[in-house]
């Protein structure tokens, strides 16, 4: 697929088919991905892919997480209950969930260019899979953020950054084109350093 296209066609996709994809394929893409710039060769990115049983108990982490944070604060029992199952019943309808994150530095700077490397890696794996007919959505959710939502899928708070969760899946609905403004580019042609 060009290059340019794929930018410009590429869709985030909210509604997938409940077929698997092959696992030789997702591995292929997120190596594929793997070749975003990132300083010092350092590839701080990971991926945990959760599928078949482990989306069900990831569904139900993310879950436990909304009701921690108050999501449901305001409802009566039987809405907030309601609410609920309709987001899990939603996450449900996803074949795979890849949860993307990164160890922390503790040197802010190489935090930050970790950080940016790992979005980088993202839009990588969005634009592969798009190239093989399989949709993405970066979903950055509260929940990434969550203390006991990280330990609970096998991470370590102290040590680890939740980037994003990527829902893959082929689409089932491809969403129509959303304008884009225009880049505000200031050309700075003229010296602008004042000296005595």
Not at 51 to 76: E, N, P
Not at 153 to 162: A, D, M, Q, R, T
Request: hydrophobic share 40%.
């Amino acid at each position: 697929m060009d290059l340019y296209k794929a930018i410009t066609e590429r869709r985030s996709i909210h509604e997938f088919k409940s077929t698997l994809i092959e696992e030789k394929e997702l591995r292929g893409i997120f190596q594929t991905a793997s070749w975003a710039p990132n300083h010092r060769m350092k590839q701080p990115w990971n991926v945990k892919m959760f599928q078949k049983d482990g989306a069900v108990d990831l569904a139900q982490l993310i879950i436990d997480s909304y009701k921690r944070s108050g999501f449901t604060d305001g409802y009566s029992e039987e809405k907030a209950e309601k609410m609920m199952e309709g987001i899990k019943k939603f996450l449900l309808k996803i074949p795979h969930h890849a949860l993307i994150y990164m160890e922390k530095d503790q040197d802010f700077h190489r935090y930050e260019e970790d950080y940016a490397a790992v979005c980088a890696f993202i839009q990588n794996v969005q634009l592969a899979a798009w190239g093989k007919n399989i949709g993405v959505l970066w979903t950055s959710s509260p929940y990434i953020s969550d203390e006991k939502f990280i330990e609970e899928v096998g991470l370590n708070e102290k040590k680890h950054k939740v980037v994003a969760v990527l829902q893959m899946g082929i689409p089932e609905r491809i969403p129509g084109a959303k304008p884009r403004d225009e880049v505000p580019i200031t050309f700075c042609r003229e010296s602008f350093i004042k000296r005595s």
